[in-house]
């Protein structure tokens, strides 16, 4: 199973061959891109289109990979609906500074796949901001009740973080070798892999 980059939001200007080359050199085979229209292969890198929106008709209709962002409880309330509109739930810096075991709950009982952004982890710990809902949420799961996605979150090509990066991330904070790899691996490439199957 290849790696897959879930989170690439693509710029005015932006080189998708830059993007190709930048996932290939970080070790995924694939690379879900914020404002791409149509999936493209380059070099043998799968780009595939991504949108991230709480407007729930937009994702019903969007043909790529569709994340649903979380910032604050109440993005929670229509979580039933979520499950047949969104392929995954993106954290917020908000929402991991914010959330609790509540929220984490009811994303657990939605049973999406739960997107953790490495740059929005990085930026928030660099300002000395306390992760309280990132903890919650490896604390669910480390007892497996979220399936967590690690992505990138980058903007620009040299932010796409490579995977021994993102492994290594994770276990800092205490996931097992399994739950990373798992978060690293094997939930972006199921994503990813579903998208390209539609």
């Not at 969104?86 to 994303?107: C, F, Y």
């Amino acid at each position: 199973m290849q790696a897959a980059e879930l989170a690439y939001v693509l710029r005015e200007g932006a080189e998708l061959r830059e993007v190709a080359e930048a996932a290939e050199a970080t070790g995924h085979a694939s690379v879900a891109v914020e404002g791409l229209r149509e999936p493209l292969t380059i070099s043998g890198i799968e780009l595939v289109p991504r949108l991230t929106t709480r407007d729930l008709s937009m994702l019903r209709r969007f043909k790529g990979l569709r994340a649903y962002p979380v910032e604050k409880a109440e993005d929670l309330r229509s979580y039933p609906r979520l499950r047949r509109y969104a392929h995954i739930i993106t954290m917020t810096g908000n929402a991991l500074r914010r959330l609790g075991p509540r929220e984490v709950e009811r994303l657990s009982n939605l049973g999406l796949p739960v997107e953790v952004q490495v740059n929005t982890v990085l930026e928030a710990l660099a300002s000395g901001l306390w992760l309280r809902g990132l903890r919650a949420l490896l604390t669910a799961a480390l007892t497996d009740r979220v399936k967590l996605a690690t992505s990138s979150g980058a903007f620009r090509p040299q932010l796409i973080r490579p995977v021994e990066v993102k492994r290594a991330f994770l276990e800092v904070f205490g996931l097992t070798q399994s739950h990373t790899f798992e978060a690293v691996i094997t939930v972006p490439a199921n994503v990813l892999g579903k998208v390209v199957r539609s």
